[in-house]
Nanobody, 124 residues
Framework: QVQLVESGGGLVQAGGSLRLSCAPS????????MGWFRQAPGKEREFVAAINWSGFTTSYADSVKGRFTISRENAKNLVYLQMNSLKPEDTAVYYCAADGTYSTLRAGTAIKYWGKGTLVTVSS
């Protein structure tokens, strides 16, 4: 059974940092594009960051550009989201996602694999 398991969420003060991890299991995801999405209370899920299979191509939502960094370690089958200078508006459930096509992942629709999410709460 293929699973994406997120970890690293928690409560942090504004201006602080957190690092989220995504550990796929059930298969290797080294050839897949990976990404992070988030959903705040009462809002729709939105794109945060994406990385292609090699790690050489990344993209970010404007709201997190310059503060968040997505990376991956294919040898360990891990994906990370380093979040710095966190703001209260970053509070959300963060989801890891994977798809065989970078453009599909980036578009945020018809993504093949999703994790169950990890909650990030940023206090002011």
């Amino acid at each position: 059974q293929v699973q994406l398991v997120e970890s690293g969420g928690g409560l942090v003060q504004a201006g602080g940092s957190l690092r989220l991890s995504c550990a796929p299991s059930g298969r290797t995801f080294s050839g897949y594009a990976m990404g992070w999405f988030r959903q705040a209370p009462g809002k729709e899920r939105e794109f945060v960051a994406a990385i292609n299979w090699s790690g050489f191509t990344t993209s970010y939502a404007d709201s997190v550009k310059g503060r968040f960094t997505i990376s991956r370690e294919n040898a360990k089958n891990l994906v990370y989201l380093q979040m710095n200078s966190l703001k209260p508006e970053d509070t959300a459930v963060y989801y890891c996602a994977a798809d065989g096509t970078y453009s599909t992942l980036r578009a945020g629709t018809a993504i093949k694999y999703w994790g169950k999410g990890t909650l990030v709460t940023v206090s002011s």
